[in-house]
């Protein structure tokens, strides 16, 4: 749900910008689940600002069982970020995943 947490914080956020912002199988919206429709508010989407984010990665597998991949198209458009769809990797919640680990070490 990192993609709607990192909204909601960076609407109120007023310190200096980050350098990034990764997103991973981060869905876009409540995928229909009962517990979870409050959650997603598309107004504090867009409230956050791109400018506070750096630059934004937004990572997916095209066979996640859980978030569509399209929801990377939504977010890419929203925080105009990068987008990385890894092969049948299902929902990257390997222990370890290189291109996250390549991606950070950019900025070290």
Known sequence: LGGALIARY?????KDPF???FLVAAPYD???WDNLKGFFDESTMKASSCKKM???YILASDDD???PVEHCKKFEELFDG???VEK???HLWQPQYDRLREL???FA
């Open 65 to 67: 069982p859980h978030v």
């Open 10 to 14: 960076f609407s109120a956020y007023e």
């Open 19 to 21: 350098l990034a912002c």
């Open 88 to 90: 049948n990797m299902e």
């Open 30 to 32: 409540d995928l229909d």
């Open 104 to 106: 950070i070490l950019e």
């Open 54 to 56: 750096g630059k934004v």
């Open 82 to 84: 990068k987008v990385f």
